[in-house]
């Protein structure tokens, strides 16, 4: 059985917090106090890294204040003052105050663990125009002359340039910028990626105006996938000073390109936001990223520390869906169905005018993928009304051959108005067996597979006798798993499903089924839909039902798509990906059962790359695709386990 730890560090996973506090403006005892606070309940929730916002020791709306040298002497003392507060807590925290290096004054973020001080960041770029007017008193990063400061009675390293790195997870390194960085051409935190900072500690006072919350969620989204990290944004609150402008709160934690988690906006209390980000995910996507590797990496100063531990046993605090391919939102479902079926449609239509095809031929078992692979096909030709190619479906009844299926196939067709040919293979399956000297009575692999290549030598002639060409109906999840007979239905002339795993093909057809020129077909489609999956190769029990179900050999597809995903997609080790399987599958499979069905399939997925090695050319729609020409290489001899 695959074990499974719930240390979400194990796992390559930090759980991080994004506070705004409710400031005590110009107050430092009083906001030291309130972040203090704050830390002790992130701490408590789990919280490992915990940002607050720009200047969170006085406040970002001190204008004119800030050239007092009694507030900055008393941020200076709150400083300390919160290091004493939070020294017995595990976590690290990052709060913004003013201070004073040589002549220059800077706008600082301060990176606190135990009791000691880091380092200091000042910001690199500082807004000075509309509503903003930084400079009045703060100088930017690049006119340091020093590279430590004393602050707080600790020697410090000061500097944009500063990577904090975790002793004991080589993936935590964590990088700042404050605000008005992160809306700059370059912002620093592009850099400090590059020189291996995976988590961005964003401290800001971004204020509210129309517009803009969408806008600062797209630039924290896309540069958290810019960057391939986890980006903490923390934004200042309702507290702040409303003189003329008023800030919301907005904070936000992402993490390549999604967001994770977000605050609601314009609370007249101290909020938190906390998720957990998955490094090690990162990490990966930054290996396997070209462009991300052959930048040139500036060099940075590393700043070691001891992470706290993760909490554990935890709950899992990020988004985390049962069917990875499949948006659970409605209309994101939509959007994804309709770009696929273009994607699809479009592939094939290409391939139709370059083999000049007088006709495309499919077999059609009343089965999801043919069905969805007809569909395709029908939309495909509508894209190429001058071309006057003709779609010929082919029902080949056999041995295992139930009458609701083979009545669905016949419907469909009608119901398309598609040209339906049958041919009953079971008198050649007879004979081909005879020839070979195969027992009569033996129901086994070489009884399965020989109705397979039947099926296959069927459609590869009608192709041939009627100008066509052979279209394959195999989706993304038998690939993974080889759940095809290899030169049966494994093979044909152009693979439309090939990139469209088995839950999303599920909706692909619910999809179509509601679709203005499908509405025909949409009653057959729906029990098509209430078919159990089965490569019909068994025969029928004594009821005349399937016997041969598919999902009790290899696996519900959900499980199936699920390892497929995380296997593929994020390159993850066994025992994480049963970790997430506990989680997303808590109450509806036992980890025993889990670890039975992620055994087999990785065996399967093992042993079966020779298939996949020579499938035929289709569409890639998604993330995860496995052809061997593009996204997946691996070699048929592989012997060690997965992984």
């Keep these: 059985?695959?074990?499974?730890?719930?240390?979400?560090?194990?796992?390559?996973?930090?759980?991080?917090?994004?506070?705004?506090?409710?400031?005590?403006?110009?107050?430092?005892?009083?906001?030291?106090?309130?972040?203090?606070?704050?830390?002790?309940?992130?701490?408590?929730?789990?919280?490992?890294?915990?940002?607050?916002?720009?200047?969170?020791?006085?406040?970002?709306?001190?204008?004119?204040?800030?050239?007092?040298?009694?507030?900055?002497?008393?941020?200076?003392?709150?400083?300390?003052?919160?290091?004493?507060?939070?020294?017995?807590?595990?976590?690290?925290?990052?709060?913004?105050?003013?201070?004073?290096?040589?002549?220059?004054?800077?706008n600082v973020a301060a990176v606190l663990r135990e009791g000691r001080l880091l380092g200091l960041v000042p910001k690199t770029v500082l807004p000075n125009a509309a509503e903003f007017y930084e400079r009045r008193w703060f100088s930017p990063a690049h006119t340091l002359t020093r590279r430590e400061v004393t602050c707080a009675g600790q020697c410090v390293p000061v500097g944009s340039d500063l990577v904090f790195q975790a002793r004991n997870m080589p993936e935590c390194r964590i990088g700042v910028e404050i605000c008005e960085d992160l809306w700059s051409?370059?912002?620093?935190?592009?850099?400090?990626?590059?020189?291996?900072?995976?988590?961005?500690?964003?401290?800001?006072?971004?204020?509210?105006?129309?517009?803009?919350?969408?806008?600062r969620r797209q630039l924290v989204s896309q540069q958290s996938g810019r960057c391939i990290a986890g980006y903490v944004y923390s934004a200042a609150g309702a507290g702040e000073s409303s003189t003329d402008i008023v800030y919301g709160g907005h904070s936000m934690i992402a993490e390549n390109g999604s967001i994770l988690v977000e605050a609601e906006r314009f609370a007249m209390e101290s909020r938190q936001v906390i998720a957990d980000v998955d490094l090690q995910r990162l990490v990966h996507d930054r290996c396997l990223s070209s462009s991300f590797r052959d930048t040139g990496a500036p060099t940075c100063r590393v700043v070691e520390f001891t992470l706290g531990a993760s909490p554990a046993p935890a709950k899992l605090l990020r988004p985390l869906s049962a069917q990875p391919f499949v948006p659970s939102n409605d209309t994101a479902r939509d959007e994804v169905c309709s770009e696929?079926?273009?994607?699809?449609?479009?592939?094939?239509?290409?391939?139709?005018?370059?083999?000049?095809?007088?006709?495309?031929?499919?077999?059609?078992?009343?089965?999801?993928?043919?069905?969805?692979?007809?569909?395709?096909?029908?939309?495909?030709?509508?894209?190429?009304?001058?071309?006057?190619?003709?779609?010929?479906?082919?029902?080949?009844?056999?041995?295992?051959?139930?009458?609701?299926?083979?009545?669905?196939?016949?419907?469909?067709?009608?119901?398309?108005?598609?040209?339906?040919?049958?041919?009953?293979?079971?008198a050649a399956v007879a004979a081909h067996l005879r020839d070979i000297g195969h027992p009569s009575n033996a129901v086994d692999i070489t009884f399965e597979n020989a109705q397979a290549r039947e099926r296959t030598q069927v459609l590869m002639d009608i192709a041939n006798q009627t100008g066509g060409f052979v279209l394959g109906t195999g989706d993304l999840s038998e690939a993974a798993l080889?759940?095809?007979?290899?030169?049966?239905?494994?093979?044909?002339?152009?693979?439309?499903?090939?990139?469209?795993?088995?839950?999303?093909?599920?909706?692909?057809?619910?999809?179509?089924?509601?679709?203005?020129?499908?509405?025909?077909?949409?009653?057959?489609?729906?029990?098509i839909l209430e078919t159990p999956i089965s490569p019909e190769l068994l025969p029928l029990d004594a009821n005349g039902q399937i016997a041969q179900k598919t999902e009790e050999k290899v696996g519900p597809y959900e499980l199936v798509d699920f390892f497929l995903y995380y296997l593929v997609r994020h390159g993850m080790r066994a025992?994480?990906?049963?970790?997430?399987?506990?989680?997303?599958?808590?109450?509806?499979?036992?980890?025993?059962v889990l670890s039975g069905w992620l055994e087999k399939f990785l065996e399967r997925f093992r042993t079966q790359q020779f298939k996949r090695s020579s499938m035929p050319d289709g569409p890639k729609v998604g993330s995860v695709a496995l052809s061997p020409r593009g996204d997946w290489r691996m070699p048929s001899d592989f012997q060690g386990k997965l992984f």
């Design 1 to 106: 059985m695959i074990q499974s730890s719930r240390s979400l560090n194990e796992h390559g996973m930090v759980r991080v917090a994004a506070v705004t506090p409710w400031v005590y403006l110009g107050d430092v005892a009083a906001n030291v106090r309130e972040i203090a606070g704050c830390v002790k309940a992130a701490s408590g929730s789990g919280a490992q890294i915990v940002v607050f916002p720009e200047l969170s020791l006085t406040g970002y709306s001190c204008a004119d204040l800030f050239s007092n040298s009694g507030l900055r002497v008393r941020a200076e003392k709150g400083l300390a003052d919160l290091m004493e507060e939070t020294a017995k807590l595990p976590a690290v925290v990052v709060v913004g105050l003013p201070f004073q290096i040589m002549d220059r004054l800077y």
């Design 482 to 527: 080889g759940w095809c007979t290899f030169n049966g239905d494994h093979m044909s002339m152009y693979h439309v499903n090939a990139g469209v795993p088995k839950t999303l093909v599920r909706y692909m057809i619910q999809w179509c089924a509601h679709q203005p020129r499908f509405v025909g077909a949409s009653g057959t489609l729906q029990d």
């Design 575 to 592: 025992e994480k990906i049963q970790y997430l399987a506990e989680v997303a599958f808590e109450g509806r499979f036992s980890p025993q």
């Design 185 to 215: 051409v370059i912002p620093p935190s592009s850099q400090l990626s590059l020189a291996g900072a995976t988590l961005i500690a964003n401290l800001s006072a971004s204020n509210e105006v129309l517009g803009k919350t969408p806008y």
């Design 340 to 426: 696929i079926f273009a994607i699809q449609s479009t592939g094939l239509a290409r391939r139709v005018l370059q083999l000049n095809a007088k006709t495309l031929v499919l077999g059609l078992s009343g089965g999801l993928d043919s069905t969805l692979a007809l569909l395709a096909a029908r939309e495909a030709l509508g894209r190429l009304v001058e071309v006057g190619t003709k779609i010929l479906a082919v029902t080949m009844p056999g041995p295992g051959t139930s009458a609701q299926t083979l009545a669905n196939a016949r419907r469909l067709a009608e119901a398309l108005n598609i040209d339906l040919r049958t041919v009953d293979i079971t």
